[in-house]
């Protein structure tokens, strides 16, 4: 073993160094003010220098990044069984030091993850900062927000442009062009949501993120918000405010929902209003359903037709994009945020609705 241990010792120096500091990681995670301040002074100002750099391009380097990776490791693979079916006697040897390539890269890219975002999940989020809790709801609370959610869609629905078919009409251009606008209306009751905003970025390959059934992401590496300009426009301003949400630090899904919700309702521009209000009447909605089938009933029925046409149609949107793949990806992102404490999941989304009851 010792003249293993000679030929790979760079390589095993890695993989122990990659390792140590993933376990220094865990056994840290659960200390909340270490992680806040690693995330408020390390982290977050590297990620924004790094993301200043990154906007000066306007094609998400992520995007590429990630591709290239995807490749690496193909071609590793490809490569792999090459040498080794050449190496003869010595495949054994050639098999370990390009399998301890392979894993000092992963662990290498896993730590990166969990410096660069990872300990965010265990950092003070918005309920921290805010003193907003989520908090059990009656059934009769969940119905006077939803109903008020289901008067303010409709008054803001008659305020956007629509189409010949009734179906929002405000372009993608647009809606990016006001996207650094938005977030100052908040600023005097959150003044820990402030910062300066760059306009997000739009995915090269938009098809593929539906494929896996996103709308968007926020990549920590390149410090980058990339949106999904495939899906229905309705929701694009509201993602949009989302990955700005990620952008200021918070890793919660469901905080960022709600994050996005009240800052776009609030902002005056009609597009995102009206965005806000539909993304957040179909949380209340989707819950009351659950709760209540015939208040649920009552309000669906005082929906103006324009509201439903647009809910109809990101329905259908998301509906052709089913499949083993959305599937998989969904799950595998379940797996990460239950991961990173995140104990239910995907299903973690549902919390805005208790954040958003407590609120209005």
Same mark, same amino acid.
């Given at each position: 073993?010792?003249?293993?241990?000679r030929r790979h010792r760079p390589l095993l120096l890695w993989l122990t160094a990659a390792g140590l500091l993933l376990?220094?990681?865990? #056994?840290?995670?659960g200390h909340?003010?270490?992680?806040?301040?690693?995330?408020?002074? $390390?982290? *977050?100002?590297?990620?924004?220098? =790094?993301?200043?750099?990154?906007?000066? =391009?306007?094609?998400?380097?992520a995007e590429l990044l990630y591709i290239a990776a995807g490749v690496w490791v193909m071609v590793h693979i490809v490569r792999s069984a090459i040498l080794i079916r050449r190496a003869k006697g010595r495949r054994w040897d050639t098999a370990c030091r390009r399998l301890l390539i392979l894993l000092c890269a992963a662990l290498t890219a896993l730590d990166w993850f969990c410096l660069a975002w990872g300990i965010n999940y265990y950092a003070d989020g918005f309920q921290d900062k805010s003193g907003i809790r989520a908090q059990q709801v009656s059934t009769e609370e969940l119905y006077r927000v939803a109903a008020y959610f289901t008067q303010q869609v409709n008054l803001a629905s008659r305020q956007v442009p629509r189409?010949?078919?009734? /179906?929002?009409? $405000?372009?993608?251009?647009? =809606?990016?062009?006001?996207?650094?606008?938005?977030?100052?209306? &908040?600023?005097e009751e959150f003044p820990f949501l402030s910062r300066q905003d760059r306009t997000p970025k739009r995915m090269l390959f938009s098809q593929l993120l539906s494929a896996m059934g996103f709308t968007g992401y926020y990549a920590p590496f390149t410090g980058e918000s990339? @949106?999904? $300009? !495939?899906?229905?426009?309705?929701? /694009?301003?509201?993602?949009?405010?989302?990955? @700005?949400?990620?952008?200021?630090?918070?890793?919660?899904?469901q905080e960022c929902n709600f994050i996005s919700i009240v800052v776009s309702t609030r902002c005056g521009l009609p597009a995102y209003?009206?965005?806000?209000? @539909? =993304?957040?009447? &179909?949380? /209340?909605?989707?819950? #009351? +359903?659950?709760? !209540?089938?015939? /208040?649920?009933?009552?309000?669906?029925? *005082?929906? !103006?037709e324009e509201v439903l #046409? !647009?809910?109809?149609?990101?329905?259908?949107?998301?509906?052709?994009?089913?499949?083993? &793949?959305?599937?998989?990806? *969904?799950?595998? +992102?379940?797996? @990460?945020?239950?991961?990173?404490?995140?104990?239910?999941? $995907? *299903?973690?989304?549902g919390t805005v609705v208790d954040l958003l009851v407590a609120y209005y």
């Open positions: 073993m010792k003249p293993f241990f376990a220094l990681f865990l #056994l840290t995670r909340q003010p270490l992680m806040t301040f690693l995330v408020d002074y $390390v982290t *977050q100002p590297a990620k924004n220098a =790094i993301g200043a750099v990154c906007y000066l =391009i306007p094609i998400p380097l189409d010949e078919n009734g /179906l929002f009409a $405000v372009s993608r251009d647009e =809606i990016f062009a006001h996207s650094t606008e938005i977030y100052p209306c &908040v600023y990339v @949106l999904n $300009v !495939d899906s229905p426009e309705a929701y /694009l301003p509201s993602t949009i405010v989302h990955e @700005l949400a990620h952008q200021r630090g918070f890793a919660s899904e209003v009206y965005s806000g209000y @539909l =993304i957040g009447y &179909v949380h /209340l909605s989707n819950a #009351l +359903y659950r709760a !209540d089938r015939a /208040l649920w009933e009552t309000l669906r029925g *005082q929906l !103006d #046409l !647009d809910i109809r149609n990101n329905s259908l949107y998301w509906q052709k994009w089913e499949s083993p &793949v959305d599937t998989v990806s *969904q799950k595998a +992102y379940d797996t @990460l945020l239950k991961g990173y404490g995140q104990t239910a999941g $995907v *299903q973690s989304y």
